[in-house]
């Protein structure tokens, strides 16, 4: 079983920066593929950023050279730094866990990030 939690949304300024913070609570975490989705009122959830165990990386257009992902596989986290925010990336953000062999993935409970204009 794992538990996703993830940490660090909240209220920011057009132009500014947050890092959401995923703690990763199971076993044989750096087996696991994590990402984070995120889900904006009235919108299907969509991929924001994935790393895989050994830190390859994948983005969606809409935040390439804004976000970052990354991961620290000794602390069971994963980060995503988000610069340059844009009202459009107000969101539910959510982490995603997906072991590389199959079976079960994992969602948190997401934090909420509002960027104003």
């Known amino acids: 079983q794992v538990q996703l939690v993830e940490s660090g949304g909240g209220l920011v300024q057009a132009g500014g920066s947050l890092r959401l913070s995923c703690a990763f609570y199971?076993?044989?975490?750096?087996?696991?593929?994590m990402g984070w989705y995120r889900q904006a009122p009235g919108k299907q959830r969509d991929l924001v950023a994935r790393i895989t165990a050994g830190g390859s990386t994948g983005y969606a257009d809409s935040v390439k050279g804004r976000f970052t992902i990354s991961r620290d596989n000794a602390g069971n986290l994963v980060y995503l730094q988000m610069n340059s925010l844009k009202p459009e990336d107000t969101a539910v953000y959510y982490c995603h866990a997906e072991h590389r062999g199959g079976g079960p993935d994992y969602w948190g409970e997401g934090t909420l990030v509002t960027v104003s204009s």
């Open positions: 199971g076993r044989d975490f750096s087996l696991y593929v």
